[in-house]
Each structure stands twice: as C-alpha cells, then as structure tokens.
C-alpha cells in the first residue's frame, strides 16, 4: 500500500520510533497511518494538509465569514446569489479581503454583505499548511506506533502474571492527545 496524500505522518517516522530496522512491517504500518490519519482529520472536522477546496456556505448577512479550511493562504473566486466579488485592489475597500480563517467585504463592496441564504456564498480558496504542524505529526506516529502494539493483545484489558497485574488502554486518544488536538478543532457553529 502506498503513501496516501492525506497521511499526518510517514511510515519511516513510525519505524524509528518503534525502532524498527527491517521493511516486514511496512504494509500494515502504511494501512494504519492512512487509517489513523484519517481517524485524526475527522475527529477535527477539517482537513489539515494545503489543498484548493470550493465551498458553498450559507450567508449570514454579516460582512465577514469564516470558511470551513484554515488557514487560508489564497482565494481564487468570490460569488454570493451568483454575483462575482473581486479582490480589493488595495485591501481598503471595494471588494474582499482575507485572513487565515476569515473572508470579509469592505466598506464600498457591492454587495456589502453576504447576504443571508442557503449556500448562496461559493467560495474557491487554498487552505492548509504545507507541512503537516510538528504535534499533529507527532500524535498520528504515537497512535499508529500504540495501534501497531496493541495488535497482540485485541480486546485485552489487563493481564495478570505471578501476582502482578497490567492493565491496557482502550482509548485511541488520550487526554493530552485531545487537548492538544483541540487546538486545530474546526467547532461548526
């Protein structure tokens, strides 16, 4: 199985931190990043890695929306109720203007605001980062290298030997993993 272009993390990341030498592994890791990466970018309800996105969003009648992908680093076409917006030429007035999770009209822009409707906003933009965020990365290795573990010992909560006992973790996150994660949390309003 090869890399997929929505995978957090590599398989060579994971093998160093499982301090694995050989390639035996390699396509049951490549399975479980792809899978885990995925599970990652759902439970934040957007996608991470920088891509060209199209969205169709509902007006609000406010001067400002916030897109579903962040951070936006380009937008390429405005329309609201199939009226074209174009940029502002110097990000003053009369047209759009951006930041990384926000699109707004300026004073002077017709229309004004974005009108309230269903879907009538469409949106052409590039949002994400271009390399995956350093604790994102991190967690998606940590969670594939604890799945990869785990394999042993499937539905196994603890284990007793001699007297003493070890019990497992069901959880795929963590505590620390969710907070960390909340960080990069889309929340739909």
Same mark, same amino acid.
Not at 146 to 156: A, C, E, P, S, T
Not at 172 to 182: F, G, H
């Given at each position: ?60 009648? /406010? ?111 963590? /505590? ?14």
């Amino acid at each position: 199985m090869a890399a997929h272009a929505s995978d957090l993390t590599t398989i060579a990341k994971v093998k160093a931190n499982l301090s694995i030498s050989d390639s035996s592994s390699d396509a049951l890791l490549q399975e479980l990043v792809t899978s885990l990466s995925g599970y990652i970018v759902n439970f934040l309800n957007r996608e991470i890695k920088s891509a060209s996105r199209s969205d169709k969003l509902d007006g609000l009648g /406010r001067n400002r929306i916030r897109l579903r992908h962040y951070p936006i680093t380009a937008i390429s076409s405005v329309s609201i109720g199939g009226v074209a917006v174009q940029a502002s030429a110097d990000g003053l007035r009369n047209g759009y203007v951006f930041d990384d999770k926000y699109l707004y009209l300026l004073d002077g822009t017709n229309p004004s605001v974005f009108a309230s409707g269903i879907k009538n906003v469409s949106v052409s933009y590039t949002a994400g980062y271009s390399d995956v965020p350093f604790d994102i990365d991190r967690i998606c290795v940590e969670m594939v290298s604890k799945r990869y573990k785990d394999r042993q010992r499937i539905g196994l909560t603890s284990e007793g030997i001699q007297g003493q006992s070890t019990g497992f973790s069901q959880y795929d996150m963590t /505590r620390d993993t969710m907070r960390v994660l909340d960080n990069y949390r889309r929340v739909v309003p």
